[in-house]
């Protein structure tokens, strides 16, 4: 009985672990048990020849992955930024003394509860090229019309501007809740010495809103490095992959050319851009 009792703990722990193993642990290798192989829509019920690393060679020497990567560069580099600095002013804002902060803040969260699916094509409606209502207004105020889906010099831009919008809601909550954690006396301490609202905010909030500033920063970069629905649904990558990221370029190669090995290097490939980008931001605002 004291044999059983010892383990009992460890049988409370099989369903959670059962999960685990089944929805993410055996997935991630059977990943990289297809991305060592050759498979294809055609060739998945054939035997599967060893390919060794020769996946990984093939999706870096394509010249669509280099397209897909400075894509991914400009789309999250900008969407974190904007996200970042949006959400940032918003929660400030959020956390004076105003009126109407509940409504104000319920509107601000109405993209959050949105589904990726509906902002897409939200977007897509504000953006097409012939009756989209951007391209309405600026012909309502005398200017040319823009081929916000089609330019491969816009293109991307537009899809970030969804994404930020989509967003900025987490950051906001996210921040607010840090700033609420913050201890209103600080501030009093602060506007007795004669400190500025510039400068508590400076060398005040920011400081100790350094460790929400982190998770916030790791957690909005890794989902716009992943995020694909926006545009797979606004524009399917197009045009010349000027607005497929990373992920839209795996999901295109596994799902629409069929090719379930190069797919799965570019998603484990993926993977581990997003482990290098949290340890890049973790080092560097630990050394600041």
Do not use: C
Not at 86 to 100: C, Y
Not at 209 to 216: E, N, P, T, V
């Amino acid at each position: 009985m004291r044999a059983i009792a010892k383990y009992e703990p460890y049988v409370y722990l099989l369903p959670a672990l059962s999960i685990l193993f089944v929805f993410l642990l055996f997935p991630f290798f059977w990943n990289i048990y297809i991305s060592l192989h050759e498979v294809s829509v055609t060739t998945i019920l054939k035997e599967w020849e060893f390919a060794w690393l020769d996946n990984f060679f093939e999706v870096l020497s394509d010249p669509n992955f280099n397209t897909s990567v400075k894509t991914s560069m400009i789309f999250v580099g900008g969407s974190v930024a904007f996200q970042f600095l949006v959400g940032l002013a918003i929660s400030s804002l959020l956390n004076q003394n105003i009126k109407g902060k509940q409504i104000f803040m319920a509107v601000i969260m109405i993209p959050w509860v949105t589904s990726g699916l509906i902002a897409a094509f939200s977007f897509k409606f504000i953006f097409d090229n012939s009756f989209g209502i951007m391209n309405y207004m600026l012909h309502y105020l005398g200017f040319s019309p823009v081929a916000w889906l089609s330019d491969p010099n816009i293109v991307v831009w537009s899809i970030m501007i969804a994404n930020v919008w989509y967003g900025t809601p987490f950051t906001v909550l996210f921040l607010t809740a840090g700033l609420l954690s913050i201890n209103p006396s600080i501030y009093e301490s602060a506007r007795v010495d004669g400190a500025s609202k510039i400068k508590s905010f400076v060398y005040l909030t920011l400081p100790l809103l350094k460790s929400f500033i982190i998770i916030d920063i790791i957690l909005i970069t890794i989902w716009s490095v992943n995020f694909f629905e926006i545009p797979l649904i606004m524009t399917g990558g197009n045009p010349l992959y000027a607005s497929t990221p990373a992920s839209l370029y795996m999901y295109r190669q596994a799902f629409e050319f069929g090719l379930l090995s190069k797919g799965s290097a570019a998603g484990i490939m993926l993977l581990f851009i997003n482990i290098a980008v949290a340890i890049t931001y973790i080092l560097a605002l630990k050394r600041r």
